[in-house]
């Protein structure tokens, strides 16, 4: 892992190698995946509601859908619309410029996953996920993370339109891949993004604004930011307290015990 990281920072800043870099990202989770579930015997368990029998249900244990190109990350709508439940976002995981963000939905009456359109995506998404809306009062937004961190509503004959890209590093051409986000559950206009350039950036979604930014050089106690002296691979909110303030952050740093 340490020889793949290095090669990536060790590589030319600029965004033109930056295919190279998030699709060796990829390729290196995908891998790890992999090996993980060839030593494991996984069980998906039951998917139909709990008191209904076997021999009347119409619910199987496990519905497939068969993309035309290889996956890497997913997302479940949490839309409360009957309409819209039961949706998932797909991110494709092709070797090359050009990728997919596609959207299926789970009939019931048939019991398969149907194809409700795609739209294209720069590189392989190193995460997908919809707007955490459980009441239903948001708009229909899908994020992204690759080069940047990506809005989209869907809809439309195009499946879905560009809202915002954002990016924290305006000194530079050079685009740091996101390895990952998280929105928060809480407060919908707040997501989180990680980065091999070691941060962890908080935006403002309304605003498009980064409110923090968390450095191997900067996170405070206060500001509950956990700092980062190498790459960071994943970020997750907190439901706790306020559910505003506080994310978990991992990556390659290696912590040892701090007198505070």
């Avoid at 008191?51 to 890497?72: C, D, F, Q, T």
């Avoid at 009456?109 to 955490?132: L, N, Q």
């Avoid at 980065?195 to 206060?222: F, H, L, M, N, P």
């Amino acid at each position: 892992m340490t020889t793949v990281i290095g090669s990536l920072i060790a590589a030319n800043r600029d965004c033109l190698g930056l295919g190279v870099k998030l699709m060796a990202i990829t390729q290196h989770l995908s891998h790890v995946m992999q090996q993980l579930m060839s030593n494991e015997i996984t069980q998906v368990g039951s998917s139909q509601p709990s008191g209904v029998s076997n021999s009347n249900s119409k619910y199987k244990e496990v519905y497939k859908y068969e993309a035309p190109h290889a996956l890497y990350s997913t997302g479940w709508s949490q839309h409360p619309d009957p309409a819209k439940k039961f949706r998932l976002a797909l991110a494709s995981f092709i070797e090359e410029y050009n990728n997919k963000i596609s959207i299926v939905k789970l009939d019931e009456d048939i019991g398969e996953f149907v194809d409700y359109g795609s739209f294209d995506h720069p590189y392989p998404a190193t995460k997908v996920m919809w707007i955490p809306d459980q009441k239903g009062i948001y708009p229909d937004l899908i994020a992204t993370t690759g080069d940047y961190l990506r809005l989209w509503r869907v809809g439309g004959a195009d499946g879905a339109q560009i809202e915002v890209f954002l990016n924290n590093n305006r000194s530079s051409e050079y685009c740091a891949p996101l390895t990952s986000f998280d929105w928060n559950d809480v407060d919908v206009g707040l997501i989180g993004t990680s980065s091999i350039d070691t941060t962890c950036t908080i935006w403002q979604v309304e605003t498009g604004q980064a409110i923090s930014v968390a450095r191997s050089t900067e996170g405070t106690v206060k500001t509950q930011l956990i700092a980062h002296d190498k790459e960071v691979f994943d970020i997750a909110f907190t439901r706790m307290a306020s559910g505003r303030e506080i994310f978990a952050s991992v990556g390659m740093s290696r912590w040892k015990p701090k007198n505070v």
